[in-house]
Every structure is written in C-alpha cells, then in structure tokens.
C-alpha cells in the first residue's frame, strides 16, 4: 500500500505553471511535516518546499522556488499541494512529496513515507 499518492505534473511551457498533488492514505493530520523535493538526474534529491504541524500552518518555500512557488495542505482532502508559477526550464525535475509524523527533518532519508515521482518538463 502507498502511503503518499502523487497526481500532476507533466509539460508545461516556460512562464507557465503546474500544480502538484500529493494524496495520503488516511488522516493526512498524522503527519507533522509533509514535503515537497526535487531530483534531477546525477543530482541529489533537494527540498523545496516544507509544511509543518498537523495543520500545515508553517510552510517554507527554499531556493530557486522561492517568490514562485507556494505549498498548501488541506487536510480535508489529505492532500498536499505544490504550486509553482512563473516556470523555468531549470524547473524541470522529477517531483517526489514526503511525509513524517514526528518532524522536518534535514536529512532527507528521516522522512518515513514518499510519494512516487512525478515528472514535469518545462520547455523553453
């Protein structure tokens, strides 16, 4: 069973804009940190985004994605959202969401549940 199903994502053009769902399996209050990072190949996994408490009230936007990018949880939905606006090429990536009842943790391999993988593709 998948703890955290990802939806989304796919080409967009550059200037564009793509939104990001990450579906937890039952209560999404559970998790006191829920994340959004990027891998791109030879490269390791970065975080871009994190929201934390069972609410998701604290978010923070980290990097390149910062001013363009917003992370939102609703906790009705069990969802995770990533929202990115204004698209660079630099943007493409595969986009994995993470989950941890406890904390954010730095290290990403802390984070006891992940999403799948989904691809976005900026083109220029």
């Known amino acids: 069973q998948e703890n955290l199903v990802q939806s989304g994502g796919g080409s967009a053009p550059a200037g564009g804009s793509v939104t990001l769902s990450c579906a937890a399996s039952?209560?999404?209050?559970?998790?006191?940190?829920m994340a959004w990072f990027r891998q791109t190949l030879g490269k390791e996994r970065e975080k871009i985004a994190t929201?934390?408490?069972?609410?998701?009230?604290?978010?923070y936007v980290f990097g390149s994605v910062q001013g363009r990018g917003r992370i939102s949880k609703d906790n009705a939905k069990n969802t995770l959202y990533l929202h990115i606006s204004n698209l660079k090429p630099w943007d493409t990536a595969t986009y994995f969401c993470a989950a941890d009842p406890r904390y954010c943790s730095l290290i990403n391999e802390d984070f006891a549940d992940w999403g799948q993988g989904t691809q976005v593709t900026v083109s220029s």
């Open positions: 039952g209560d999404a209050s559970r998790y006191q940190c």
């Open positions: 929201s934390a408490g069972s609410r998701g009230a604290i978010t």
